[in-house]
C-alpha cells in the first residue's frame, strides 16, 4: 500500500530536480485532484515541456504540434529508477493519477520521457515496473528483447520524434526465450525465428540463463547504439543514453548492466 510520507517525500525530491516547474503552463492541478497528485502532476508536467522545446530531431524539424520533455537525460533515467524504487517498496503513485484526465491530456499527443525494450513475458510489465503511466514511456515488446530494424525504426521515432532522453534495453531473470536458445529447444511454428538473434550471448556467456539474459541485454544495447545514425547522434551529442539493465522478476529491482 501507498504509504503517504513516503510518497511526499519523493514528490519533494522530485521537484528539487526540476527546473520551472512553477511555470510550466501546460495543465494545471485539476479540481478534485489530491495535493499528493498535484504535486506528482506538476514534476510530469515539467517533464513534458512546451512546444517541442530542446528539439533534437537529427534533420527534421520541429512540429507546432510535437511537444518534448524537458528533462535531460540523467533527469529521465533517475525518472525511471526512482519509479522502480516505489514499485519494490510497494509505494505506487502512477494509481493515485486520475486516469481519465491523463488519457484527455494524451488523446492528441504524446511526450513520454523514455524508451524501454523488453521481453514479451507477461511478468515484465514494463509500466507498472517503473511505476508510470498513460503517456509517460514508449515501449517495444518481443521475446528475448533484441533488435530488428522495425524496432530500430520504433526506438529512433521515440527519440527523435518524440523526444525520449533514455532508452532501456532490459533482460529479465528466467527468461523463457533466452532459455530455449540455450537448449536449442525443438519448439513449434516460428518460435525457433527467435533464436538467431539470441544466439551470439549464448556464444558469448555460457548456459547459465540469467547470465545469459545480461549479455543479451548488452549487446542489444550496443546493437541499437551502433547501427542507427539517428540514435548514435543523439548519444555523442548527449541528448540521449541507451543503456543496459536487468530486471529480476522476484525482488522487483531493475539493475543497470
Ligand atoms: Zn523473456
Known sequence: MTSQSGARNDDSKREQTSPDSESSPTFGPQPGVSKQDASRRKFLQTAMGSAAAGAVTAGMAPSSALAQTLLTPEQALKEL?????RFVSLKLT????????????????????ASVLACADSRVPVELIFDQTIGHIFVARVAGNFITPEIIGSFEYGAAVLGTKVILVMGHGSCGAVDATIQHKAVPGQISALFPYIQPAVSKAGTDVD???KANARIQAALLRDSSTVISSLVDHGKLKVLAAFYNIGSGVVSLL
Not at 529508477?81 to 524504487?85: E, F, S, V
Not at 502512477?94 to 520521457?113: C, G, M, W, Y
Open 81 to 85: 529508477l526512482d519509479g522502480n524504487k
Open 211 to 213: 547470465t545469459v539474459s
Open 94 to 113: 502512477s494509481f493515485e493519477q486520475d486516469v481519465a484526465i491523463l488519457r484527455n491530456h494524451t488523446s492528441e499527443k504524446q511526450q513520454p520521457f
